[in-house]
């Protein structure tokens, strides 16, 4: 084999998306405090850090872990990992020694970058499993970023084929343990590649970049998504609504989770002259609340786009960009991505509208759970589906409902209770913002459906009015037995809702 033919089968992720740069000089990332950093800068500066991890003692295969905060250097060592054939393994940055000593033992990477002020009890970890350490700062100063100043540009990228690894992320484990989801190169680059044609992603588009990039929405969808369109990307430590509708004067598109598109339209600047420069808003990671979706069009003209998808998968399915974006839909599967709803119990497939277990089978599906072979053999179906753990319905058009995670799907006097009905339901009154239906332990039932609810401030809502605009709505079976009213949800960084927490919370509000 020659050397071109070598060349044109490496299926490196880093090989793919730098693959024909035409233009070294067009521009890749702009940072909040004006640094402007063009594609053939991030080459070259995936190329030293590269070289400062190969000198290391990283190979191809080993895991390189990072708990960093957010910074171009961030996205450059996720780069040079890739490059360098390693796996790349992000770290919430906000897990704590306790919890960073479960990842690292288990992932035992051969390298661990973190954040100067960690780097005393995360050095103590690392050696243990006899891993070395770098720092690198919320500048993106420290250890790494210095030896990477002293080294050459210069690296051949790994060979890799399309199944091997290129990234490990923990999915966030609100029930035991968290596991390592193992992606491949082709299940980044094959889905980065199908949104930037679904979404009509162009070098003339400019992101709005404000999510965090230890997770699959802002480091595969946001940041591959951008690069292999040779678009640019304006590079945000953290969500700040005011600075956002101000960069809207000349950026195209945003990626957010819902809490930003609820916080962002607290903005009395938030309007259609302040949007008008945008083409595409995108939400997801949870669920947009169809109130959300149709004050947001009211406000600025644009119908946001909700797609679907999670660590294991990455992206599912996605809201159509011509046709109809349906509120409190997640569209149809995306090209090559095969969904289907089937039975929790027998693994039979279901017809249209009928609730179930949402499955998905495609090359964005993850190669399994990191040394955890049979958690990995439970959770796909002999004929490769990967059952989600969602639960939701596909309707007579084509488009995917999520009704809730299985884990909390409320069972109450044995009957199957799907808490996004009834939200929905009591989302729909005035005066409340949001609520979340959970099932807490009923010495009667089984379960009880318990509701938690957000208000507007001075709304005259409570438990009794709530009931009563429920009564004849819903089946009795569905009624909640206690309606709570709250200052705010908990939520996680990426606008989740943490029922888990909630369940704890009202655990013993049945008990005799
Ligand atoms: P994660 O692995 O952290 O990305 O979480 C994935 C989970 O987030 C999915 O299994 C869904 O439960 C939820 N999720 C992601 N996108 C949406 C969406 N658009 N609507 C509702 N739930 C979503």
Redesign the pocket.
Known sequence: MNAAQKTIMNANLFFRLFEGLDDPSRLAIETADGQHISYGDLMARAGQTANVLVSRGVKPGDRVAAQTEKSVAGLVLYLATIRAGAVYLPLNTAYTLNELEYFIGDAEPSLVVCDPAKAEGIGAIAARIGAAVETLDANGQGSLTQAAATVTAEFETIDRADDDLAAILY??GTTGRSKGAMLTHDNLASNSLSLVDYWRFTDKDVLIHALPIY??HGLFVASNVTLFARASMIFLPKFDPDLIIKLMARATVMMGVPTFYTRLLQSPALTKESTKHMRLFVS?????LAVTHREWLARTGHAVL??????ETNMNTSNPYDGDRVPGA?GHALPGVTVRVTDPETGKPLGPEDIGMIEVKGPNVFKGYWRMPEKTKAEFRDDGFFI???LGKIDAKGYVH?LG?GKDLVISGGFNVYPKEIESEIDAMPGVIESAVIGVPHADFGEGVTAVLVCDKGAAVDEASVLKALDGRLAKFKMPKRVIVVEELPRNA?G?VQKNILRDTYAKIYAK
């Open positions: 999915t966030s997770h699959t997801g990671s949870a669920p947009l909700e797609r679907y998808g999670m660590t997640v989600t753990g969602d999520i995670r990426m989740k």
